[in-house]
T-cell receptor, first 113, second 113 residues
Framework: DAGVTQSPTHLIKTRGQQVTLRCSPK?????VSWYQQALGQGPQFIFQ???????QRGNFPDRFSGHQFPNYSSELNVNALLLGDSALYLC????????????FGQGTRLTVV | AQSVTQPDIHITVSEGASLELRCNYS??????LFWYVQSPGQGLQLLLK??????LVQGIKGFEAEFKRSQSSFNLRKPSVHWSDAAEYFC???????????FGPGTRLSVLP
């Protein structure tokens, strides 16, 4: 079992650009959540996808959007990048309906310059 | 305000010494409680979780945690720390099944040889 896999592991973008991050959930999991972890802070919830729909959303602007595919993999898109978007982006997968245990990927380190 | 607090930003212990990391939450009802560990540049690994029942829970790597309802606390302990335990530790809660994780700010653990 490969667990939760994320790609890419690192990337550097310029302010104003757009970025897409990808996540493949753990086998058997159909719910994917995304978290942003700024340096020195705990992860902050962005949104959760289940059955290809956004089910929950944290306090993030509309520049942050996502998608879930029929194979349960997911993308996180961020438009009009700001310097403050520099962070580690973590993907977590889980099984509904309980969803009280999540497995996290290694994250994508995004640096905006 | 509803929150998860970890009062200690950074703790240093000697190898072989005991460890206690503090976590408090402020919510009306008892949430589901978790401890995660994050090594530098890595994702999050679940150490242990509490849903209900016995208030002393055992986790991986020799860690345990005790839930105290009266203190709204869920402190993490280890009787003898190993150098490999040096990492960032996050306490997290889930308020209701299916909801997102809310993480504390984390405690960085350093281990002296």
């Amino acid at each position: 079992d490969a667990g939760v896999t994320q790609s890419p592991t690192h990337l550097i973008k310029t302010r104003g650009q757009q970025v897409t991050l990808r996540c493949s959930p753990k086998s058997g999991h159909d719910t994917v959540s995304w978290y942003q972890q700024a340096l020195g802070q705990g992860p902050q919830f962005i949104f959760q996808y289940y059955e290809e729909e956004e089910r929950q959303r944290g306090n993030f602007p509309d520049r942050f959007s996502g998608h879930q595919f029929p194979n349960y993999s997911s993308e996180l898109n961020v438009n009009a990048l700001l310097l403050g978007d520099s962070a580690l982006y973590l993907c977590a997968s889980s099984e509904p309906p309980g969803n009280t245990e999540a497995f996290f990927g290694q994250g994508t380190r995004l640096t905006v310059v | 305000a509803q929150s998860v607090t970890q009062p200690d930003i950074h703790i240093t212990v000697s190898e072989g010494a005991s460890l206690e990391l503090r976590c408090n939450y402020s919510y009306g009802a008892t949430p589901y409680l978790f401890w995660y560990v994050q090594s530098p540049g890595q994702g999050l690994q679940l150490l242990l979780k509490y849903f209900s029942g016995d208030t002393l829970v055992q986790g991986i790597k020799g860690f345990e945690a005790e839930f105290k309802r009266s203190q709204s606390s869920f402190n993490l302990r280890k009787p003898s720390v190993h150098w490999s335990d040096a990492a960032e530790y996050f306490c997290a809660v889930v308020l209701t099944q299916g909801q997102n994780f809310v993480f504390g700010p984390g405690t960085r653990l350093s281990v002296l040889p």
